[in-house]
C-alpha cells in the first residue's frame, strides 16, 4: 500500500458512524484527486467504512447503493427526504476531521 493510500485509509476510518465524507472533501485532505480517492478505496478492501464516502450530489458509490444505504440507516445517517434517490443529507452529515 502506498504512503498516499494508507492516507486515504485512515481518513476513511476516521469518518465517525452517521456522519459521511465527500470524495473531493477526503481528497482535498490527503492532497489528492477524487479520482485517486475512488481508485484508491475500490482496491483498499472492505474492513474500512466505505459507505461513509459519497459523492458531491450525496450518493454512494452505485454498484454498492443498496448495501450502502442499509449501512446509513443503520447508522441514522441523515438522508434526503426523496425515497426515489438515495442521498445523503450532506448539510446535517458531513464531517470533517480536526
Do not use: K, Q
Not at 19 to 26: D, E, W
Not at 29 to 53: D, F, K, M, N, Y
Amino acid at each position: 500500500m502506498t504512503e498516499l493510500t494508507a492516507r486515504i485509509v485512515r481518513i476513511v476510518a476516521s469518518i465517525p458512524a452517521g456522519r459521511v465524507m465527500t470524495y473531493g472533501a477526503i481528497a482535498g485532505e490527503a492532497g489528492t484527486s477524487a479520482r485517486v480517492v475512488a481508485r484508491a478505496l475500490h482496491g483498499a478492501g472492505h474492513e474500512i467504512p466505505w459507505w461513509r464516502v459519497v459523492n458531491a450530489e450525496g450518493r454512494p458509490y452505485p454498484g454498492a447503493a443498496r448495501a450502502a444505504h442499509d449501512r446509513l440507516i443503520e447508522e441514522a445517517t441523515p438522508l434526503s427526504d426523496d425515497s426515489e434517490d438515495l442521498r445523503v443529507d450532506l448539510t446535517r452529515a458531513s464531517w470533517v476531521p480536526d
